[in-house]
């Protein structure tokens, strides 16, 4: 929460923010891979508190639904500066675990509500 706190003093940093949670997603996942992206994300997701729901809403996407903020209290003092962290880790967990997926969508809803939704869009396979 401090650190949150104090991004609130210089919101142009945000763009470092996301820069700085891209390296963490990769330093979360896993060296080698054992199961489908989709499961390796959820179970990321899963570790750091966000109780997932996936979704395949059309073929090649799918939806994580968080049920479950961790860092509501960090969101409270600056949702822009928490909310595009998890963005960059996600980003950085995709970079590592499906690189050809693309981050299509990323919104962040009420912490205290919960429901934030990241949509990945898959990308073309290797023939």
Do not use: M
Not at 17 to 39: F, K, M, N, T
Not at 47 to 52: C, I, N, R, T, V
């Amino acid at each position: 929460r401090w650190l949150a706190r104090a991004l609130q003093r210089d919101p142009d940093r945000l763009e470092a923010v996301e820069a700085v949670g891209r390296e963490v997603g990769r330093e979360l996942a896993p060296e080698v891979p054992s199961g489908s992206p989709a499961q390796l994300l959820a179970d990321a997701f899963t570790a750091l508190g966000f109780a997932p729901r996936t979704e395949t809403p059309a073929p090649g996407h799918r939806r994580y639904v968080l049920g479950n903020c961790p860092y509501r209290e960090a969101v409270r003092e600056n949702q822009p500066a928490v909310c595009t962290l998890h963005r960059g880790i996600t980003q950085g967990l995709l970079d590592k675990l499906e690189p050809g997926a693309k981050l299509a969508g990323f919104v962040a809803r009420d912490p205290f509500q919960a429901g934030c939704l990241i949509d990945i869009q898959a990308g073309a396979r290797a023939g």
